[in-house]
């Protein structure tokens, strides 16, 4: 594994460090990934596009409207809630992309977090959620933050978290297998600095997996993202659920 090196001087590396950091951006990501991509730049991958869809726009801003009610009741001296949403869609509509957007934000402005990310299947979650989290990585203007595996960024050296005091032994987004015949073998992702879960493809994800889930989210932390995407054709199942019985929820 090659470590990038960074495009930036030292004084704009210090900019970015206090950019992503800025409260507004840890709690927005709609802002982060407006800013975290070449939009609109010639000759690179995104020229053509100005941003998100306007259904990805609204849930990022969902999610930056429930950060700031999480931190209201923290003000309050209240504890904070977690985020639950789940999103029926077909192929083609941008989810991959969504999930690769959670995944850089939070691992950009949530120091010392951790991001679980799953599918359906083993094939689904390698070849095609986490080469598209590699694809959205790469084209991050903090890249370099970061070192990509076939299964988890982790950061590089070239993100100096020595003055943050933050334990980083958890720090990291990790494509994460599922056995149906050992579900506890998922659980055990507990982070004061926060926990994100991401499933792709979730209507394939047997409900002894989701239950095991629920338990990644007890601990009273900031942030705290369950976020599910699926095609909806199952009718019944634990996907299924979010929109019925368990609407309410979710």
């Known amino acids: 594994m ?15 460090v206090r950019t992503f950091w800025d409260p507004d951006i840890m709690l927005e990501p709609e802002k982060f990934v407006q800013l975290a991509y070449p939009w609109g730049v ?6 053509n596009k100005t941003g998100p869809r306007d259904w990805q726009r609204e849930e990022l801003q969902k999610i930056g409207l429930h950060n700031r009610q999480n931190q209201d009741r923290m003000n309050a001296g209240n504890d904070p809630v977690p985020y639950y949403m789940a999103i029926a869609s077909g192929r083609g509509v941008g989810k991959s992309a969504f999930i690769s957007w959670i995944t850089d934000w939070a691992m950009s402005t949530r120091v010392g977090s951790t991001t679980i990310v799953t599918a359906n299947t083993e094939q689904q979650l390698m070849s095609r959620t986490w080469p598209e989290i590699g694809k959205w990585h790469n084209l991050s203007i903090n890249s370099h933050w970061f070192n990509r595996t076939a299964t988890s960024l982790r950061p590089s050296r070239m993100l100096n978290l020595t003055k943050t005091g933050i334990d980083t032994a958890y720090y990291y987004a990790q494509a994460q297998l599922w056995s149906e015949e050992n579900p506890d073998a998922f ?15 979730a209507s394939g994800i047997p409900k002894s997996i989701w239950d095991v889930s629920e338990g ?5 932390v900031f942030l705290r993202l369950w976020i599910t995407f699926s095609n909806p ?5 634990a996907f299924f659920d979010c929109f019925h019985k368990d609407s309410d929820f979710w």
């Open 187 to 201: 659980a055990g992702a507990h982070n004061d600095n926060g926990i994100v879960l991401l499933m792709d493809e």
């Open 2 to 16: 090659v470590e990038k090196a960074s495009k930036y001087t030292r004084r704009d590396e210090n900019q970015l």
């Open 42 to 47: 010639e000759g690179l991958p995104l020229a």
């Open 233 to 237: 054709r199952r009718t019944s199942g």
């Open 216 to 220: 990644f989210f007890t601990e009273p």
